[in-house]
């Protein structure tokens, strides 16, 4: 049913669970509900339309007629609380029903929350997190909403999220919603495959029942010329670049030593690279560090012609830092004493003038917010140094701020989720009249109209094009303007990004009309899931599937439901139209909890350290039903499983890396490992254990004997994370079922021992790592005998040569310079 709002003005939408007068009735909004309360849906609208609404109407459907719970995902945190705010606001549900979930929530509190919650807000993560854990179930979950739904790529944690939506939920219901799904056909059905939507609604500002709630939105372009001091810092850098990639040549790995190659040309270079590395061939090792190299200059390269001399500065005193740090890359090394990035610099730290996208960005905004009497603007520009060193300059003249990203950079704060809820609030209310963000302000998120949009930058990619330009042009016409630097990659980038725009927008055309193609573009086991989650069976000639004796609650699968029945007749017969990430979550240190021992027909459990959550490991586990996964924070090891089996996993590089450096050695954390659980076992993963940085295989084979039989450990080798899957599905099995054995996480941090302590002060000496201060402290006996120990009397030691004693006597001996 339609109402008209109270002041007589535009028609509002009615329903039992909707505020009254509280939501536009939108005619294109209601077609796009209607097709998403039937179907699994992607929903693409431009920015600043009302997608959000578009889930609400679904929702608010979905949780009258089948009840439940409703599910909200969104990337970043700042988005999840916006989402919160509008649902409280526009339903008829208590607030405390309408949940936010994200890292900031203890696990323990999200699994009590769960429980009584109506509508859950959440960031991926956390959610993923919470199943691979086994802290909630999806069961009950009636309408799942994926938010800027082109994240849904590659390992991104909505992918594993509509897996077990699909699989566990009792009546699924998906809606998948961006402003740009993909940059061709291939890449959105990858999309829609990925979390199993079958129909495709696309409302573009041509749509007439669009059209009337847009202003135009021009595109233009300002050329920027570069003056001829920044030319010469980046001229003398590409010189630079053309030496490295001449040495690529040689190696036959690089066609040309034009400083300007593609990042396609360069990543082919470097699969070559791993080639050779792959063939045991030193060259390849030698060529992989340069292209490290090309890589750090083609960055300092760019940060002078597109930002500016003082992002560039910034990035310079980085790489300084880092190739006076303990394990520095050689690569890291070489740059910063080739003597013409030397002289680039120095000529950096002399350059005083003001940047020409400086002086443009000062009068664009003066022209927009002075004679042209606008009140907001946003600057987008992909660095967080010019973000910062931009905002500093315009609050000579505008009032400004900032708005970053959370995660901390060297020398460069980031924001927390307060601190950017504020900053948006503060720019909502007029309370400042410059927003300088980085791409975290992209997506969704309801920054309100502005007279102007500065790309600082080109964008290279169509999506975050499209999602910049967004922010403009929803209820006044606006303005977008894009920086470019003359002949520099701006230019590229810009082409790039205009190209891709098009392309997109020729796609979503087409794909406004596949809705009944779409589902014989997606593949058998996309198909085969359809009629799994909706209980039906599958035609043989395959069609779509047909309803069958599936177990949902009574109202048919999702394909027969009758969807925003009232809203569509009144929609018919009416002539008026009417948006940070984080997965860290807390345990208590130092608690012991011990499971009962294991009956049979029990599932398997495993217990995993939560910081593995970046491989693949517990997620594919907790896909099989035998299988039973608790996240926790462990103190030792990385996975328990059992009262006596725990492990330690390594990748071949952080297993050499441990050795060589880290705070904490593989040694230290296996010895913790083994005074906590009697059969303590490491694993080594991946390919090349003897081929890694410039350790000896004999110091790797030194280090895993070691292990064995200094420290009691099994050592096991695997291929892959997939063969370390099965490996320790294997043994949790072989514990838990064949030996009858409980699982018991146990292990408090407890003070290092003496003779860890001595061990851990000798081995910071110079770097020499845990074996060789072990026969030193053997040979000598106390720390304060090896300080004082001569060169030749330091070569007495096992495995201290020439070369070592002389490192250890210059750092001990050498006065401290600070």
């Known amino acids: ?17 909707l505020e009254p007068n509280f939501l536009e009735r ?24 009302g997608k959000t609404t578009v889930s609400l109407l679904v929702t608010a459907r979905r949780l009258e007629e089948v009840g439940g719970t409703s599910l909200m995902l969104a990337p970043t945190k700042p988005l999840v609380q916006q989402h919160a705010e509008f649902y409280r606001e526009a339903l008829q549900i208590p607030d405390d029903e309408i949940v936010v979930f994200t890292g900031d929530v203890s696990p323990d509190d999200r699994a009590a929350l769960w429980k009584d919650a109506t509508v859950v807000m959440a960031t991926p993560q956390v959610i993923e997190n919470d199943l691979v854990g086994s802290r909630i179930s999806l069961a009950d979950v009636t309408h799942c909403t994926f938010d800027e739904c082109h994240r849904a790529t590659g390992d991104y944690a909505y992918n594993y999220i509509a897996e077990r939506y699909h699989a566990d939920a009792n009546d ?84 040309s030593t034009q400083p300007d190659q593609s990042q396609k040309d360069l990543n082919r270079m470097r699969a070559e690279l791993q080639k050779l590395i792959n063939n045991d061939q030193s060259e390849g090792f030698e060529g992989m560090s340069v292209h490290a190299e090309v890589m750090k200059l083609r960055q300092a390269v760019t940060l002078v012609e597109t930002q500016s001399v003082e992002a560039l500065r910034r990035y310079f005193d980085r790489q300084r830092n880092q190739a006076r740090s303990s394990g520095a890359s050689k690569a890291s090394q070489r740059m910063v004493s080739d003597p013409r990035v030397r002289e680039s610099m120095r000529k950096a730290e002399r350059f005083d003038q003001l940047h020409p996208k400086y002086r443009k960005t000062r009068m664009l905004l003066a022209e927009t917010l002075g004679l042209e009497g606008g009140d907001r603007v946003i600057v987008f520009t992909e660095s967080r140094d010019t973000a910062e060193a931009l905002t ?58 502005v007279d102007l949009v500065l790309f600082y930058e080109p964008v290279p990619t169509a999506i975050r094009s499209i999602q910049r330009k967004g922010r403009t042009g929803r209820q006044s016409e606006g303005r977008v ?34 809705a009944d193609d779409l589902e014989e573009e997606l593949d058998d086991a996309q198909q085969s899931l359809a009629a799994f989650e909706s209980g039906a069976e599958v035609n043989p000639e395959g069609g779509k599937p047909q309803p069958g004796s599936g177990t949902s609650s009574g109202n048919g699968g999702v394909d027969e439901r009758p969807g925003l029945q009232e809203f569509a007749e009144e929609s018919s017969d009416s002539s008026s139209g ?14 012991v909890e011990t499971h009962e021992p294991h009956a049979e027909g029990d599932a398997v459990e495993v217990v995993a350290d939560q910081r593995e959550m970046d491989a693949n490991i517990a ?26 089996v725990a492990v330690e996993r390594k990748s071949v590089a952080d297993f050499v890396d441990s050795l060589v450096g880290g705070d904490r050695s593989v040694f230290e954390q296996v010895g913790a490992m083994g005074r906590h659980y009697a059969r303590p076992i490491v694993i080594v993963e991946g390919e090349g254990l003897y081929e890694q940085r410039d350790v000896h295989p004999n110091a790797v084979r030194g280090a895993l004997s070691s292990l064995a039989v200094d420290f009691g450990a099994s050592v096991l080798r695997t291929e892959s994370e997939a063969d370390t899957t099965e490996l320790l599905a294997v043994i949790a099995g072989r514990e838990q079922e064949t030996s009858n054995r409980e699982v018991s996480v146990h292990g408090e941090k407890q003070a290092k021992t003496m003779a860890e302590q001595q061990e851990y002060v000798v081995s910071s000496i110079a770097e020499i790592g845990p074996v060789t201060a072990r026969a030193l402290l053997e040979e000598f006996g106390t720390v304060e005998a090896v300080m004082i120990a001569t060169e030749d009397e330091l070569t007495a030691a096992d495995g201290v040569g020439r070369v070592t004693a002389e490192r250890i006597r210059d750092v001990i001996g050498s006065e401290y310079t600070g």
């Not at 999309?191 to 939105?217: K, S, W, Y």
């Open 1 to 17: 049913m339609a109402a008209t709002d109270e002041d007589g003005g535009q028609p509002t939408i009615d329903h039992p669970l």
């Open 26 to 49: 939108r005619l294109y909004q209601l077609k796009l509900a209607g097709t998403a309360a039937n179907h699994h849906t992607l929903v693409c609208l431009p920015t600043g339309l």
């Open 172 to 255: 699924p219901l998906v809606t998948g919603m961006s402003a740009s799904p993909g940059g061709d056909e291939e890449a959105i059905l990858e999309v829609c495959e990925n979390l199993g939507l079958q129909e495709v609604e696309v409302m573009t500002e041509e749509d007439a029942d669009v059209a009337e709630f847009t202003h135009d939105t021009d595109v233009e372009w300002e050329r920027i010329e570069l003056p001829e001091e920044v030319l010469e810092i980046r001229d003398a850098l590409n010189e630079v670049i053309k030496d490295r990639l001449e040495k690529l040549k040689e190696l036959g790995v690089a066609s």
């Open 392 to 449: 500093d300059f315009l609050n000579e003249s505008f009032d400004a701020k900032r708005f970053v990203g959370q995660g901390d950079r060297e020398g460069s704060d980031g924001m927390t989720q307060k601190e950017q809820q504020e900053v948006l609030d503060a720019f909502r209310g007029g309370e400042f009249e410059v927003l300088v963000s980085t791409s975290v302000a992209e997506e969704g998120l309801d920054v309100p109209e």
């Open 481 to 514: 303007v894009v920086l470019l630097a003359e002949d520099t990659r701006d230019e590229a980038y810009f082409w790039i990004s205009k190209r891709r725009e098009k392309e997109m927008e020729s796609e979503l055309r087409e794909l406004k009309g596949m």
């Open 578 to 591: 009417g948006d940070g990430s984080d997965s860290t979550d807390s345990v208590t240190e130092g608690s």
């Open 619 to 644: 997620r594919e586990l907790s896909r099989r039903e035998e299988y039973e996964i608790r996240l926790e924070t462990l103190e030792v090891g990385d996975y328990v499983l059992s009262d006596r």
